[in-house]
Each structure stands twice: as C-alpha cells, then as structure tokens.
C-alpha cells in the first residue's frame, strides 16, 4: 500500500519502521527544516522495551541508557512521599534516555527500511474519498494520492482539529522547562520532590553520566520566571531540592532551558474513512505518569500488526481499537485524575496525598496494581 505518515516523531518514525518493513511504500511529512536529534529525557517503560526488542532497537537504545530501578518522590521537607519499584523481574526496569538517542535511533531505523521522509513539509489539512487520501501543505498544494494516511503530528495535531471527530480538550495551566546536563547526584531512579501542589521538581538519569532536570510552572510565570534572576531561581530550587545543585552548577541562564506545555484530549474515535490517529496526536496527557513516549510506540506496533493481519485499511482500524481502547482509555483516565495531585490549584488534594501515597505500594492489591500501571502493562481498569 501506499502511506503517508504527517510528524517523524517517536510515533511517526516507529510506523515508519514497521510499514515499510512489511513492505508498503511510506512517506513521513514532517514540518522541522531536518529532523534533529534533539529532547530531553524520557523513561522507557518495558511496554516501550519490548516495541524497541521488536524494532531491533533494543541493545542499541539499552547500552545508552541509565537503568532505573523505580522511582522516589520525596517532599519538601525530605520526608519521603513514595518509592515505587518496578519489581524484580528480569526486564523489570525502566530506562532514563535522551530522546534525542532514541530518536536518533528511530529515525536511522525508519530510514533503513525504505520510508521516505520529506522534511520541510507542514501539513495543514487533508481531503478524503473512498479511493484514497491527499494531505494538503502548508502552502495550499496538495500532495500526490495516498491508500491512507496516519496523524503522528503530535499533542498539538492540526490534522486532530480538522478531522472533525468529536474530541474532549483540556489544556493544562501547567508547565515544565527543563535541560540536561551531566549529573552524579542521582543515578538509579527518576527522582522529583513536590512542595504542595505548587512546586514540583525531578532529575531523570539518562545514562552517560547525565539527567534530565525539570521545573513545573504555571505557565503564566513562565516570563516572569525566566526574565527574572537565575541565581534566585537556582538557589529556590536548591532549597526544595538539594540533589539539584551538581546538576545546576554550570548553568548561568535560562538560555538552554526548554518551556514546555502540556495538554489532554480524548478523542470519540481514532480513525476516518483513510486517516488514523497515533501518538500524541490521539491521546495527548500530562507528562505526570511517563507513559506518551511508550503509548505512541505501542500504537505504532499494534496499527502495523493489525494491518498485516487484516490487509484492509478499515479493518485494521477496528482491529487496532479494539486492542488499544481499554488501554489508551485506562493510561488518559489514571494520569487525568493524578495531576492535579501533583500541579494544580488545589493544595488541599496535596494533603490526601501525603497521607495516602506512602502507604499505597506496600498494599497488596494497590501495590501491584501502581508496579503494572508504571511498567506500561496494565489494559484497562479490570486487567
Ligand atoms: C516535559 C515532558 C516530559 C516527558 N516525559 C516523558 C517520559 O518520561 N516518558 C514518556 O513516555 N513520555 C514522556 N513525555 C511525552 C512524550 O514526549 C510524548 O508522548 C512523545 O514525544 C509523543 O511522540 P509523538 O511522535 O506522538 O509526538 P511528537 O514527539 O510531538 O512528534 C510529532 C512530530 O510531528 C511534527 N509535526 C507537528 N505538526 C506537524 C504538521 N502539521 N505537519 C508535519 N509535521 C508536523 C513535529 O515537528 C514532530 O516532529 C514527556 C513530555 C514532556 C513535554
């Protein structure tokens, strides 16, 4: 078949792999003037592992990783507020990574495999009939006719607005800036520390001796917060979070620090008579639970297989949302309740969580439950 694919993302590339692998014949559209390796960090849960294991990525993208054993959130006093481990299995861990690594491995992957990737090319609509798809460009020009086409432009997708598919949006008050940088103070877990549910902070481990900081705003204090003093900011976030300072000591400005918003969206339904929706550009959330990065490669596995299995594009469709909506539905509801806990303006919810989160893991059901929600495994509410 022939197939457009509009974003070389995490999501867009690992499609890309897997289509033209299976032999179709594939065209990612992506807006940047190249695709650059470029990103913060970003946990790899073993539901990610295992798309990697399939993509043949798997040693490659783990050599470059940090190993993470779970993850420990601790509050603002230092008492600590939960450590959750992954569980003692073999492939029971996560990995901290620069997404620009995994990108980079992504990108050489899909490229490897035949898809070819035009970049400079913004796709701001599409036009549809039962003989196929065209995307629209930026510039008005259509391009040529695809079987069908996939949305892996990401949690602002243009193609999610016009598609015209009912869709729930929420856009959060809250944000992140964050950098990377070498580090030794934390290795071994995604590390953050909360005070109320006003200031958050985390360092992720990203192998090579390095992390990934961030600081969550509002993102209305996002120009006071960066046109006003580094060394003040430097010395609050010390304060909150001692593990910070190695991290931050070469930094003297906000000039390498990223500013980063996030959204939620549910949308009624995934696909169109030949477009269909992976990645953020299906199910945007909050960053809180570490899962976007590992969905969206999911999406891209199960889509591919559903098409092989089926040789139809509607019917892969369906295929795809049977195996997919209990999970997508579980991993959008769990992290849409869970952050206001973490960033909101309610300081009361930060009161049941400091009684409630240290106890959680060590309950037997509960616990298991928060290890499989973590490790990207669970399927739905009743799995
Ligand atoms: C601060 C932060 C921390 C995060 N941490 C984690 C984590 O620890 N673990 C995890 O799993 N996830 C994490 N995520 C989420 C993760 O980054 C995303 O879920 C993941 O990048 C989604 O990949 P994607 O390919 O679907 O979308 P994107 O990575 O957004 O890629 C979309 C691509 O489409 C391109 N594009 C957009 N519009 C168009 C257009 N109109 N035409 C052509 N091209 C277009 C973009 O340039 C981009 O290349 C985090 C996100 C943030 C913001």
């Known amino acids: 078949m022939r197939i457009a694919i509009a974003g070389c993302g995490i999501t867009g590339a690992a499609a890309g792999s897997f289509l033209s692998s299976a032999g179709h014949e594939v065209t990612v559209f992506e807006q940047a003037e190249e695709c650059r390796n470029i990103g913060a960090g970003i946990l790899i849960q073993p539901s990610g592992q295992h798309v990697l294991k399939q993509l043949d990525l798997y040693p490659i993208v783990k050599q470059e990783a940090a190993i993470l054993d779970g993850l420990e959130a601790r509050l603002a006093n230092g008492r600590q507020l939960i450590r959750l481990r992954y569980g003692s299995?073999?492939?029971?861990?996560?990995?901290?990574?620069?997404?620009?690594?995994?990108?980079?491995?992504?990108?050489?992957?899909?490229?490897?495999?035949?898809?070819?990737?035009?970049?400079?090319?913004?796709?701001?609509?599409?036009?549809?009939s039962s003989a196929g798809i065209r995307f629209i460009h930026d510039d008005g020009s259509q391009s040529e006719e695809f079987d069908f086409a996939i949305a892996a432009d990401g949690s602002r997708s243009i193609l999610r607005k016009v598609a015209g598919i009912p869709t729930h949006s929420i856009e959060y008050p809250y944000a992140a800036l964050w950098t990377t940088s070498p580090c030794t103070s934390i290795t071994d877990r995604l590390f953050q520390v909360i005070d109320s549910t006003k200031r958050l902070t985390g360092i992720l481990p990203i192998g090579n001796n390095e992390a990934s900081f961030f600081w969550g705003l509002r993102k209305t204090d996002h120009s006071a917060c960066v046109n006003g003093s580094f060394d003040e900011w430097r010395k609050n976030v010390i304060e909150l979070c001692p593990a910070a300072e190695n991290f931050l000591e070469p930094f003297q400005s906000f000039d390498s620090f990223i500013f980063s918003e996030y959204r939620h969206a549910v949308m009624s339904r995934?696909?169109?008579?030949?477009?269909?929706?992976?990645?953020?550009?299906?199910?945007?959330?909050?960053?809180?639970?570490?899962?976007?990065?590992?969905?969206?490669?999911?999406d891209a596995a199960v889509f591919s297989?559903?098409?092989?299995?089926?040789?139809?594009?509607?019917?892969?469709?369906?295929?795809?949302?049977?195996?997919?909506?209990?999970?997508?539905?579980?991993?959008?509801?769990?992290?849409?309740?869970?952050?206001?806990?973490?960033?909101?303006?309610?300081?009361?919810?930060?009161?049941?969580?400091?009684?409630a989160l240290p106890w959680m893991p060590s309950l037997p059901l509960v616990g298991s439950m928060m290890r499989k929600t973590l490790r990207g495994e669970k399927q739905g509410w009743l799995n």
């Open 89 to 128: 299995g073999p492939d029971s861990c996560g990995w901290g990574v620069h997404r620009g690594r995994l990108f980079g491995a992504l990108l050489k992957r899909c490229r490897d495999s035949g898809a070819v990737i035009q970049t400079n090319s913004r796709i701001r609509s599409f036009e549809e």
């Open 270 to 298: 995934w696909h169109t008579e030949k477009l269909i929706f992976l990645g953020d550009a299906a199910h945007p959330t909050s960053p809180h639970l570490g899962q976007g990065a590992n969905l969206g490669l999911e």
């Open 305 to 355: 297989q559903a098409l092989v299995a089926t040789r139809n594009f509607a019917d892969a469709c369906r295929n795809y949302t049977w195996q997919r909506r209990a999970k997508l539905r579980y991993y959008q509801t769990v992290t849409r309740l869970l952050t206001p806990f973490f960033q909101s303006d309610i300081p009361l919810l930060a009161w049941g969580r400091n009684l």
